[in-house]
């Protein structure tokens, strides 16, 4: 069983979870998740399997796997107009959905991991099996979870399989995930794409929540109503 928050207020939803070794408790997606659903929009955010207080086990926690999780939400939804809002892996873990499954209305990365196997070299690289992750608690490096980033590589080239829009918001200031990864991507896609950089923001959006509502929400409420459409990128930057 997933841990979750479901608010039902109407026909549209959006979902919305986290990143590595996290879980969906976090204010950067708390806000969101309230300022939608005073849009009326229903809100969905849930922690993936092995993770938070969600049941499995944290070591067979892959992008993989978590795609799956994703994909049962999808299937609890229906045939409700849904976004889905990713912060850091679990962006990759919608973009990764997103490249086969066509149910989605629309997609947000916020700091998204998309060279997943240069992320995991980077920051788990030195480590040994069963060394904590992220100086985590429960949160145990596993062979599983290695050889899935590494046979990712980055998702780059899965951006022409992806026909939703996607906004991409990354703080320029990111010390785990650099803003060149949303650019990747965002470079990369053929459909509809935003990219607002948020200048001087971190990993966690720590004094910016106001700036990412203001990213997040308008365009979540249009394309959670409209159909694809394929258009330039839309760069914005935001400064304090």
Do not use: W
């Not at 920051?123 to 100086?135: A, E, P």
């Not at 459909?191 to 365009?219: I, N, Q, R």
């Amino acid at each position: 069983m997933l841990d979750c928050n479901y608010t039902d207020n109407g026909e549209c939803v959006a979902i919305i979870s986290h990143g590595v070794t996290s879980n969906h408790h976090r204010p950067y997606l708390n806000i969101l998740n309230d300022a939608l659903s005073i849009e009326g929009i229903s809100t969905l955010s849930f922690t993936f399997s092995g993770n938070g207080q969600s049941e499995g086990n944290f070591s067979d926690s892959t992008i993989s796997k978590e795609v799956n999780d994703l994909s049962s939400i999808l299937d609890f939804i229906g045939n409700r107009p849904s976004i889905y809002i990713g912060h850091s892996m679990g962006a990759a873990v919608g973009l990764k959905l997103a490249s086969k499954d066509q149910r989605l209305k629309g997609l947000v990365s916020l700091a998204g991991m998309i060279n997943v196997k240069e992320f995991f070299d980077k920051q788990f690289g030195k480590l040994s099996i069963g060394d904590l992750m992220m100086d985590r608690e429960g949160c145990p490096l596993s062979q599983q979870i290695l050889e899935d980033a590494r046979e990712i590589g980055t998702l780059t080239h899965l951006a022409d399989k992806i026909n939703i829009p996607l906004l991409f918001v990354h703080g320029d200031k990111d010390e785990l995930v650099p803003i060149q990864d949303s650019i990747d991507m965002a470079e990369a896609s053929g459909t509809e794409t935003h990219l607002v950089s948020l200048s001087g923001c971190d990993h966690k959006f720590e004094g910016y929540y106001e700036m990412l509502v203001e990213a997040v929400v308008p365009l979540s409420l249009i394309h959670i109503s409209e159909p694809t459409r394929r258009t330039p990128i839309s760069y914005a930057v935001f400064c304090l």
